[in-house]
């Protein structure tokens, strides 16, 4: 990678700087330590937890409003790789999980609501396991979340009502990455079937080349081809790369696709930010631009797992 680009990534809030260095500079784990445990105190991390109530939650309950609400916190701290070992986040994590158990066993977005979410708890599940709720806690999630697998191997959030019988790339992506985080945290209830049911959602996934129709082969939404960062619980083809990263999923050719898209977005080694989605935010982290440091670092990675010759190596070739 470019010097130039190296120090324009050094330059930023501890969230870059993380992924530069674990994923690129690959710094000794004593670097890698101090630069993580910094975000819980300077920059995003601190301001996220600086917004915090009194009542263990953020904005005005659970799911309320969007994007402010305690969920939505919990899943950009996840994002950010805020430290695990908060007590504070954990405190927050085991109430809901006391507060917020649905009817089947899964995540209500309110306890005066009692039928569970698919697609609410996939997202809790990636930030609870995450955050390393006690494993005694999620089991009726991990439960919920496979009597819910819909016979093409997904996830719908309109899994109650009836005559659903598709699943939808958002969900199922939520889902794997709960079941993934899951999995990757040490946990082992019900371990086997979670890695069946993640890969079957994997699959899903990938005959859909991530966002095309398997019928038709048009796209399924033009929002798909986007990047936008938070991306909260909307699917688009750079988080389900991201994902397959994580996960270490193997090439695909059905990644393909997607890929050229998101070769086709450089400009000059770097990648662009898309304009937030609407709703309600604390601060703003990165402002839309055409030189987004956090997407870039988030594309070179997928880049270099998937196409050595055009990632971190060629950054600043034209």
């Known amino acids: ?12 809030d501890p969230v870059i700087r993380f992924r530069l260095h674990r994923d690129f500079l690959h710094s000794d784990p004593a670097t890698l330590k101090a630069i993580r445990q910094s975000i819980a105190t300077e920059g995003w991390g601190k301001a996220f937890l600086d917004h915090r109530n009194e009542n263990k939650h953020w904005g005005l309950a659970y799911y309320l409003p969007k994007f402010t609400s305690t969920h939505y916190t919990l899943l950009s701290l996840r994002m950010i790789h805020y430290p695990q070992n908060d007590p504070r986040v954990l405190e927050t994590v085991n109430m809901i999980l006391d507060q917020n158990i649905g009817k089947g066993g899964g995540i209500t ?4 609501y009692p039928t569970s979410e698919v697609c609410i708890t996939g997202m809790f599940l990636n930030c609870a396991a995450y955050f390393k709720a006690p494993e005694e806690k999620l089991k009726s999630i991990i439960d919920y979340l496979i009597s819910t697998q819909l016979k093409d191997g997904g996830f719908n959030c309109r899994y109650a009502h009836k ?27 019900r371990l086997e079937d979670v890695r069946q ?14 966002f095309k129709s398997d019928k038709t082969d048009h796209i399924i939404s033009e929002g798909f081809l986007a990047m936008h960062w938070p991306y909260h619980w909307y699917y688009d083809v750079t988080r389900a790369l991201e994902y397959f990263v ?20 450089r400009k000059n080694g770097l990648w662009p930010l898309s304009p937030r989605r609407n709703g309600q935010y604390f601060f703003t982290m990165e402002k839309v631009s055409q030189k987004s440091k956090i997407n870039t670092l988030r594309v070179l990675a997928i880049l270099d797992k998937y196409r050595p010759s055009e990632g971190s190596q060629n950054v600043l070739k034209p």
Request: with cysteine; net charge negative.
């Open 163 to 189: 005559h659903t019988h598709h699943s939808s790339v958002h969900t199922t992506l939520s889902v794997c990455e709960g079941l993934w985080e899951f999995e990757k945290n040490g946990y082992t209830y």
């Open 246 to 265: 994580k996960s270490d999923h193997p090439f695909d050719s059905r990644m393909d696709e997607a890929l050229d898209w998101l070769v086709s977005k």
């Open 197 to 210: 049911k993640r890969k079957e959602g994997e699959e899903f996934l990938l005959c859909h080349k991530l």
């Open 109 to 112: 977005a309110s306890f005066k």
């Open 1 to 12: 990678m470019d010097q130039k680009i190296i120090d324009w990534l050094e330059d930023s």
